[in-house]
């Protein structure tokens, strides 16, 4: 009998986790003792990091996407089907198409969403770019920027946990370069009462704001945009006027997931060592779709999925769990438009973040490229 | 009787157990609750200065052998 894999959500966790099980399961796959199927959303793969560089021109769109068919290893049975219904209990996946997929094994990596629209006047009142259409706009917001108040604005939860720090050293430089930041005044607000959920990035951050006249209003959790009023307000009764707002929105996880009763909000509970979904033994969930109190960022997804690859494999070859996820996460820290820094950690070893170099900035512009050989399972 | 969720933060860096309830608290009904699990020190102040700033309602705080038990209320 054939092991059928069953892959939901085609974006950087699936695609890592099909991949790697197609080299370490050449043979399997080869005499069809084992199938992998994929069921994405689109026929396109995004880099999404890249999306952070759209607003200043510092990135061509056509760079962020590859077709996902040249992306996925050949033995990948790949259908631009989105899921619908997953059944976990009868051990299938029903799709908008009405196709039934059953399987042995699956993973969810379904991901996350943007929420702007969970926030009255949010999608009419700002800007953000963690999304194709929203990074364009903002591009043209920018471009007609003369000066005034900018509010960086984010919310919680949401993924790529440094690109609010990022964006906001990234938009003083931009108005640095055009001739307009002493007509500038630039406020960032976060939920916590500090500038970042990581506390030694929080105590790196706040001097360097300081010391570029970056305002910051901490425990800012948004209730409403007016924007009309060019107004932005906290449920903590804050109230901030801006000519220009850039917002990180909230996310959900996806709509599959809640219609499916398989987590509130869109995120899967999900067991911090294994990855596997609540009690099951043969369903993992990977990347942002997790419930684990662990950034939501594209190398958790990387380092989950090479656990998954592994523990997979060794399930269908020797039917036992080859290791655990230590919650490792890496993450570059654009500090400017030339300088970089990078934080890393796991769930027994806190974060450290060096001293920022142009160097470190140029490994980010390295790893933009590189990510496709990530994405095909090769680095 | 209000429901709970619970929300095991313990050894979280980021985004941390604030983060967490923050998120979680949304996806909870008005007069429900909220159980965080935090092994940072720092949670037993951070939280119920936060919930004291949005209105909401600390409805427990417990330290336990090597973490903290908060209980929030959502009100709003």
Excluded at chain 1, 128 to 133: G, S, T, V
Aim: with cysteine; aromatic share 8%; charged share 25%.
């Amino acid at each position: 009998m054939t092991k059928q894999i069953l892959i939901v959500g085609g974006g950087l966790a699936g695609t890592i986790i099909a991949n790697g099980l197609c080299r370490q399961l050449r043979s399997e796959l080869r005499c069809s003792e084992v199938s992998i199927t994929m069921l994405g959303t689109t026929d396109k793969h995004m880099y999404q990091p890249g999306l952070l560089y759209v607003p200043f021109g510092r990135i061509r769109e056509h760079e962020l996407f590859r077709d996902q068919r040249s992306v996925l290893h050949s033995c990948v049975n790949f259908f631009v089907d989105p899921a619908t219904q997953i059944d976990i209990e009868n051990r299938r996946v029903h799709t908008q198409s009405g196709m039934t997929h059953s399987y042995d094994y699956l993973v969810i990596a379904t991901g996350s969403r943007l929420r702007h629209d969970a926030i009255p006047g949010m999608t009419e009142g700002a800007h953000w770019f963690y999304d194709l259409e929203g990074a364009r706009k903002m591009r043209d917001a920018l471009d007609a920027f003369e000066g005034g108040k900018v509010v960086v604005n984010v919310n919680a939860p949401h993924k790529c946990p440094v690109a609010p720090l990022e964006i906001t050293f990234m938009l003083r430089e931009h108005f640095k370069a055009k001739g307009i930041l002493d007509k500038c005044e630039i406020t960032y607000t976060y939920p916590i009462g500090r500038l970042h959920a990581l506390e030694p990035v929080a105590h790196w951050a706040k001097p360097a704001f300081d010391s570029q006249a970056i305002k910051y209003e901490t425990f800012f959790n948004t209730k409403s945009v007016d924007p009309a009023a060019r107004t932005i307000t906290s449920e903590e009764e804050v109230t901030l006027d801006y000519d220009l707002l850039v917002t990180i929105p909230p996310h959900s996880g996806a709509q599959v997931i809640m219609d499916s009763g398989l987590g509130d909000g869109g995120w899967v509970p999900t067991q911090k060592d294994t990855l596997l979904c609540g009690e099951t033994n043969n369903v993992f969930v990977c990347g942002d779709t997790t419930d684990i109190p662990i950034s939501k960022a594209g190398s958790t997804a990387h380092f989950e999925a090479d656990t998954i690859i592994d523990n997979l494999t060794s399930l269908i070859l020797e039917g036992r769990m080859a290791r655990k996820y230590d919650g490792k996460v890496f993450c570059f820290v654009e500090t400017g438009l030339d300088s970089g820094t990078y934080v890393w950690f796991n769930y027994t070893t806190p974060p450290n973040p060096g001293p920022p170099s142009q160097m470190i900035h140029w490994f980010k512009l390295a790893y933009n490229r590189l990510y496709w050989l990530s994405a095909r399972g090769l680095l | 009787m209000p429901e709970r969720k619970t929300v095991d933060a313990r050894g979280a860096f980021c985004p941390g157990p604030l983060m967490e309830l923050i998120a979680a608290i949304k996806l909870v009904e008005v007069g429900d609750e909220v159980e965080i699990l935090s092994s940072d020190k720092g949670s037993a102040k951070d939280i119920p200065d936060w919930v004291a700033k949005v209105k909401h309602e600390v409805v427990a705080v417990e330290e336990r052998d090597d973490h903290w038990s908060i209980v929030v209320k959502r009100m709003k």
